[in-house]
């Protein structure tokens, strides 16, 4: 079975990003036949004012997957706008796909809420579900790993896919199904969403020293004035960290020890910058070892295996319409 999924070329990853989609990828590509692409397209949906190098970020986005464990020999590592097909089947699903279908889906419902995408209210960010699609069944996708909020995506997507084998009389394409996947949130350093606009996250290549000035900076229990105060750790940022990074049984330690006032927010987050800095170094040290060259041989190879995929998808596209 095939599994498809993407990740925007926006800037370098973070301890977010780990968590909540590479831990899961690498155990994914040991079942499934993975198809992880960079969405560099998708990325101008939001982000086509900004100066953006997407070439590069692409490279070096491939080079943390693989530094965080995606084996290149296993899974199918390729750039979306390198196969021009993509944009081929976009452009037809645009063709039959009903504008009231996009205005109900709840991201883009969400987003035009907020005046940061109000600005951005394009075209491209109203469709975006529609070149999702496409992305998806140009490789016969079974599956497709998503959180429980992006079921509508994916719900749409076969809207899509049973409009066009209807008009077309046709069966032509799978219908993707969810594999729904509990992604944890990490939040940022200091409560808020992890982002680099709010310089709150720990990214995947950071030394030892920064992360520890990182760490020391976030979050605790508010309550807590002196060291022995009873902690509340449900409401310590750093406490989320250690659920993440550190042992069940140092997590049962470090929870008993705040409850009870032993130990002291500092050296709380000294145990959790050490056990953060366990998970980045090997990442850390194996990004510094990857060479572009050698990323681009192996996406070059790559985009070659998806495009003869999506050629000879859109082959039978073209066959049915014209």
């Given at each position: 079975?095939?599994?498809v999924?993407?990740?925007?070329?926006t800037g370098?990853?973070?301890?977010?990003?780990?968590?909540?989609?590479?831990?899961n990828?690498?155990e994914?590509?040991?079942?499934?036949d993975?198809?992880?692409?960079?969405a560099d397209?998708?990325?101008?949906?939001?982000?086509?004012?900004?100066k953006i190098d997407?070439?590069?970020?692409s490279v070096?986005?491939?080079?943390e997957?693989?530094?965080?464990?995606?084996?290149p020999?296993?899974?199918t590592?390729?750039?979306?706008?390198?196969?021009?097909?993509?944009a081929?089947?976009?452009?037809?699903?645009n063709?039959?796909?009903?504008v009231s279908?996009?205005?109900?889906?709840p991201?883009?419902?969400d987003?035009?809420q907020?005046e940061?995408?109000?600005?951005k209210?394009?075209?491209?960010?109203l469709?975006?579900?529609?070149?999702?699609?496409?992305?998806?069944?140009?490789?016969?996708?079974?599956?497709?790993?998503?959180?429980e909020?992006?079921?509508?995506h994916?719900?749409?997507?076969?809207?899509?896919?049973?409009?066009?084998?209807?008009l077309y009389?046709?069966?032509?394409?799978?219908?993707p199904?969810?594999?729904?996947?509990?992604?944890?949130?990490?939040?940022?350093?200091?409560?808020r969403?992890m982002?680099?606009?709010?310089?709150?996250a720990?990214?995947?290549?950071?030394?030892?020293e920064?992360?520890?000035?990182k760490?020391r900076?976030?979050?605790?229990?508010?309550?807590?004035i002196?060291?022995t105060?009873?902690?509340?750790p449900?409401?310590?940022?750093?406490?989320?960290?250690h659920?993440?990074?550190?042992?069940?049984?140092?997590?049962?330690e470090?929870?008993?020890?705040?409850?009870?006032?032993?130990i002291?927010?500092?050296?709380?987050?000294k145990?959790?910058a050490?056990?953060?800095?366990?998970?980045?170094?090997?990442?850390?040290?194996?990004?510094?070892q990857?060479?572009?060259?050698e990323?681009?041989?192996?996406?070059?190879?790559?985009n070659?295996?998806?495009?003869?995929?999506?050629k000879?998808?859109m082959?039978?596209v073209?066959r049915?319409?014209?």
């Open positions: 079975m095939r599994v999924s993407g990740m925007r070329p370098k990853l973070h301890l977010g990003h780990f968590i909540g989609v590479l831990k990828w690498k994914l590509q040991e079942k499934y993975c198809f992880f692409f960079v397209w998708h990325a101008l949906t939001t982000k086509f004012d900004e997407l070439r590069q970020n070096e986005l491939v080079k997957w693989i530094a965080s464990g995606i084996d020999e296993k899974t590592l390729f750039i979306q706008s390198e196969i021009k097909e993509h081929e089947l976009y452009l037809i699903f063709m039959i796909t009903p279908w996009l205005e109900r889906n991201t883009y419902k987003a035009m907020q940061e995408y109000k600005k209210n394009n075209a491209g960010f469709t975006y579900p529609v070149l999702q699609t496409a992305d998806i069944v140009l490789y016969d996708a079974d599956l497709v790993p998503i959180g909020d992006q079921k509508p994916l719900e749409l997507a076969r809207d899509i896919v049973n409009r066009f084998h209807y009389k046709t069966e032509i394409f799978k219908e199904q969810e594999m729904l996947t509990e992604v944890p949130r990490l939040p940022g350093l200091d409560g969403k982002s680099k606009s709010f310089n709150n720990i990214y995947l290549d950071e030394t030892p920064e992360i520890w000035a760490v900076m976030a979050k605790t229990d508010p309550s807590r002196k060291k105060d009873p902690g509340h449900e409401v310590c940022i750093v406490f989320e960290y659920k993440a990074f550190s042992s069940p049984d140092e997590v049962a470090i929870e008993s020890a705040c409850r009870a006032g032993t002291g927010c500092v050296e709380c987050k145990r959790c050490a056990n953060i800095e366990k998970v980045v170094a090997p990442i850390r040290e194996k990004k510094a990857l060479k572009n060259d990323i681009l041989d192996i996406i070059n190879n790559s070659k295996k998806a495009r003869e995929l999506a000879e998808k082959n039978q073209n049915v319409i014209f």
